[in-house]
Antibody, heavy 124, light 108 residues
Framework: QVQLQESGPGLVRPSQTLSLTCAVSGDSVSAYGTAWNWIRQSPSRGLEWLGRTYYRSMWYNDYALSVKSRITISPDTSKNQFSLQLNSVTPEDTAVYYC??????????????WGQGTMVTVSS | SSELTQDPAVSVALGQTVSITCQGESLRTFDASWYQQKPGQAPVLVRYGKNNRPSGIPDRFSGSSSGNTASLTITGAQAEDEADYYCNSRLRGGDPVVFGGGTKLTVL
């Protein structure tokens, strides 16, 4: 059974960096056909995809245009986890942050496993 | 604004059938996937691909698609189906994936 678990600070000061980690169990972050994603949710923005990292003979990243200048997602194969860094945060970045596995295959393209989510508040 | 459009709210009488729709040009190319989210919980995948259901999801949840519209149908809605439902698909160009704005389903 694949499980994802987010961890990180629940409070971040404006202009600082938001850092979260997603620990993966039951699968490998290097597995073909998967991508490891960060998604956030706020009342004003709904579910918002932020970015992903995936391995296809080498590591790739894709980022949402809305945060592309501020975001980094990195895999850590030694710990089987991946991380999110979001720079220069503002109160608009206050949200519940989820990590999720995108599974891709024949007739299958979906986020099939989600972490429980972690609330991050940006406030001074 | 989302590139996938959903009605904000839908209601259904207990035991009746309801369809939740999702519209967007990406759906002409890519299949929609559907997620159920209850308050305080993470989204759960309920339908994916042409018409597939993850293990553990009741068979009253079905999916279909035509043109630029995908639908999630609940046949014989139960009280526990009251939740927010989100559609999602891949995109060609721009961000690689997108979510709809969500539909709040009320079971009366």
């Amino acid at each position: 059974q694949v499980q994802l678990q987010e961890s990180g600070p629940g409070l971040v000061r404006p202009s600082q960096t938001l850092s979260l980690t997603c620990a993966v169990s039951g699968d490998s972050v290097s597995a073909y056909g998967t991508a490891w994603n960060w998604i956030r949710q706020s009342p004003s923005r709904g579910l918002e995809w932020l970015g992903r990292t995936y391995y296809r003979s080498m590591w790739y990243n894709d980022y949402a245009l809305s945060v592309k200048s501020r975001i980094t997602i990195s895999p850590d194969t030694s710990k089987n986890q991946f991380s999110l860094q979001l720079n220069s945060v503002t109160p608009e970045d206050t949200a519940v942050y989820y990590c999720a596995r995108w599974n891709s295959g024949y007739d299958f393209d979906a986020f099939d496993v989600w972490g429980q989510g972690t609330m991050v508040t940006v406030s001074s | 604004s989302s590139e996938l459009t959903q009605d904000p709210a839908v209601s259904v009488a207990l035991g009746q059938t309801v369809s939740i729709t999702c519209q967007g040009e990406s759906l002409r190319t890519f299949d929609a996937s559907w997620y159920q989210q209850k308050p305080g919980q993470a989204p759960v995948l309920v339908r994916y691909g042409k018409n597939n259901r993850p293990s553990g999801i009741p068979d009253r949840f079905s999916g279909s698609s035509s043109g630029n519209t995908a639908s999630l149908t609940i046949t014989g809605a139960q009280a526990e189906d009251e939740a927010d439902y989100y559609c999602n698909s891949r995109l060609r160009g721009g961000d690689p994936v997108v979510f709809g704005g969500g539909t709040k389903l009320t079971v009366l």
